[in-house]
């Protein structure tokens, strides 16, 4: 077994969570606040759907993003691009939403990265701004690799495993569109849908970006007062 595997191992062995209270400590207070808590969705396909893609490449066509200030206030912002096109209009959104202070918290960061990166070569005139939030950007992921471990989310780091686990208050259950698949899947249905049922998927596609965001600000929140 890897490292990690073993971490898991003994966490089922004790009964209960493993947790390295001072590494949590050290990766919270190297954040700069504002704390840009931000997702992407992404679309792709086999075959391409717009001229200037690849097979099976990835090209964002959704975020959220919850902004946590040092007083505790909470704001969110999100886009969804409601046409078949390029994100050039994403982009745009984005630089307006986030300011050049603060760090970018994601989970899985080397997907966003990746996405960044590419968008950078996409849009040349933005890739300052891109790169920006590439070298900002933080992974809450890390932490349940190696510094607090829980047999119970079966030997995942995933955030639809961490959530129900840490924020059990919180889950995606209730909601229609419920993991990354589905959401692509549903994207291309709006696409192609008439105005009342495209709206409808819109809704669905904005709440479920919106609940990962919001799901990293929770579990933030646990690990402050796990700390503190």
Known sequence: MSDNQRLVVDSAKVGGPLVDKAAISNFLSDLTFPLYFFDYETFSSAVPLLDGTSPHQHFPVQYSLHTLDSNGSLDHKEYLEREARLPDRLVEQMQEDIDPNGSIVSWHRSFEQSRNRELAERYPEKAAF?????DRMVDLEDIFKSDYVDARFDGSTSIKKVLPVVCPHLDYKELEVQDGASAMEAWQQMVNAKPEE????????????????????EIYRFLVGLTS
């Open 130 to 134: 891109l790169n920006d939030l590439n």
């Open 198 to 217: 495209a709206e409808k998927i819109a809704n669905d596609l904005l709440k479920y970006c919106e609940r990962d965001t919001f799901a990293m600000v």
